[in-house]
């Protein structure tokens, strides 16, 4: 199974995902783009390694791959595939022009497609007000009450608040017993933005988080 060998919809979901920069639920999926990711299609961008997804209640959270954000940097200056239509025309003519935008500014697409929460409509929250943005980023993330969640997706969701702000809050949080960090159990499938985002706690790399 080769990952340039993928339907409209397969595309369509990948560069929905792109957009969303984040895990979102299939009625979050279908809200926003109009489309579910279920059955066949599922099982093939899990296959390669293009989405993530996990069961969360009755339906199901997807999120892109590392593997998912590198072909879709790839798939912006490819171009039209064969027979397409006008839509997809015009969708494929943007990308290119995205993807000549990125080549003269030396920007990533993770430069422009990043998740953007409501605290980020504000500056930069300091104190009590960023460890209560913690929590209400950690309820979002976890599917249930004690679930870990990667300390690089809480990043990603409190990305308006500079890193020593929030590494303090976290460290704070920590030791007051009101977080629990843990460190990834298999190094080995940490990936790089995974490292980034580590916490040093006490002389050890912390990579999740669960709330108490």
């Not at 790839?74 to 080549?103: F, N, Q, T």
Request: aromatic share 6%; with cysteine; hydrophobic share 35%.
């Amino acid at each position: 199974m080769q990952s340039n060998n993928l339907s409209v919809k397969e595309r369509a979901v990948l560069f929905a995902l792109l957009g969303e920069a984040r895990e979102v639920t299939n009625p979050q999926l279908e809200e926003r783009a109009g489309f579910r990711l279920d059955g066949k299609e599922r099982r093939k961008l899990n296959d390669l390694k293009l989405v993530d997804s996990r069961k969360t209640g009755r339906t199901y959270a997807h999120e892109l791959t590392d593997a998912g954000w590198h072909w879709c940097a790839e798939e912006l200056s490819v171009g039209l595939r064969d027979k397409a239509s006008s839509m997809e025309g015009a969708l494929y003519a943007i990308l290119g022009g995205l993807s000549r935008h990125l080549d003269d500014t030396g920007q990533s697409v993770a430069d422009i497609f990043r998740w953007r929460s409501a605290a980020e409509a504000t500056s930069s929250p300091q104190g009590d007000d960023v460890e209560k943005l913690v929590m209400e980023a950690y309820r979002d993330l976890a599917a249930e009450p004690g679930e870990f969640v990667k300390l690089r997706k809480l990043r990603d969701r409190l990305s308006v608040i500079a890193r020593p702000d929030l590494d303090s809050a976290l460290e704070r949080m920590y030791r007051a017993q009101r977080v629990n960090l843990v460190p990834q159990s298999n190094q080995q499938a940490l990936t790089d933005a995974d490292r980034q985002s580590a916490l040093r706690v006490g002389g050890e790399f912390k990579h999740s988080l669960s709330v108490r």
